[in-house]
């Protein structure tokens, strides 16, 4: 069980990962194109989720991602991965996206998303994580809002049944009067 692995500080496996925008990267209007990105939020996030399990993980799902602002051709970009909660085998990360050209000028912060990842052991199942130990104030917030995405993220893979999601019910009660 997981409790039983030692609780890991968020700052343990923190993750930034600097990438340059190069032409085949970007698609026919010189803007990075999605699915590059998405692979590049999926290595930084691994990475980070590698670090807090001491294991291999694969990734078991990645939450809603918008492209908000182009990404242009030389533009630099960083992303930077954080753990937010372990559960019993599998870890959420957040990973966010920011850009800047390659003067350090317009930085933006482009977008974000959520990405699970398994833990798993030599003979490729899934095994226990260590617990996320929360420090900071934003720590503790995406600890603590950690579960209601996770019941989201099972009920629409179809692995959780909408009336078993205690916390968003829970939600929806505490708006009754
Ligand atoms: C992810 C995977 C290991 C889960 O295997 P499984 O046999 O369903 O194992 P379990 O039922 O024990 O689930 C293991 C964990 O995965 C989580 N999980 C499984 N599917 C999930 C999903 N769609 N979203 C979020 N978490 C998921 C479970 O909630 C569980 O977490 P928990 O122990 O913390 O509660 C398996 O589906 C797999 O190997 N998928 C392919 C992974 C891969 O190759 N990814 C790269 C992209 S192709």
Same mark, same amino acid.
């Given at each position: +069980?997981? #409790?039983?692995?030692?609780?890991?500080?968020?700052? #343990?496996?923190?993750?930034?990962?600097?990438?340059?925008?190069?032409?085949?990267?970007?698609?026919? +209007?010189?803007?990075? +194109?999605?699915?590059?990105?998405?692979?590049?939020?999926?290595?930084?996030? $691994?990475?980070?989720?590698?670090?807090?399990?001491?294991?291999?993980?694969?990734?078991?799902?990645?939450?809603?991602?918008?492209?908000?602002?182009?990404?242009?051709?030389?533009?630099?970009?960083?992303?930077?991965?954080?753990?937010?909660?372990?559960?019993?085998?599998?870890? #959420?990360?957040?990973? #966010?996206?920011?850009?800047?050209?390659?003067?350090?000028?317009?930085?933006?912060?482009? !977008?974000?998303?959520?990405?699970?990842?398994? $833990?798993?052991?030599? !003979?490729?199942?899934?095994?226990?994580?260590?617990?996320?130990?929360?420090?900071?104030?934003?720590?503790?917030?995406?600890?603590?809002?950690?579960?209601?995405?996770?019941? +989201?993220?099972?009920?629409?893979?179809?692995?959780?049944?909408?009336?078993?999601?205690?916390?968003?019910?829970?939600?929806?009660?505490?708006?009754?009067?």
């Amino acid at each position: +069980m997981s #409790e039983q692995l030692k609780p890991r500080k968020v700052s #343990e496996s923190h993750t930034v990962m600097t990438e340059m925008v190069m032409p085949n990267d970007t698609n026919p +209007m010189g803007n990075l +194109m999605g699915g590059n990105l998405l692979r590049w939020m999926d290595i930084a996030s $691994g990475i980070c989720a590698g670090k807090h399990c001491e294991a291999h993980v694969v990734t078991a799902s990645v939450d809603h991602v918008s492209f908000q602002k182009p990404i242009k051709l030389g533009d630099v970009i960083t992303l930077e991965a954080t753990v937010t909660r372990a559960f019993r085998t599998s870890v #959420e990360i957040h990973v #966010e996206v920011f850009a800047n050209d390659i003067k350090g000028g317009n930085p933006r912060r482009c !977008n974000h998303a959520y990405y699970t990842f398994v $833990g798993m052991d030599d !003979n490729g199942n899934p095994e226990p994580v260590p617990p996320v130990l929360p420090l900071t104030e934003i720590e503790q917030q995406r600890f603590d809002s950690a579960s209601k995405r996770r019941e +989201m993220r099972l009920i629409l893979s179809g692995r959780m049944k909408p009336e078993d999601a205690t916390e968003f019910r829970a939600l929806f009660l505490e708006r009754e009067p």
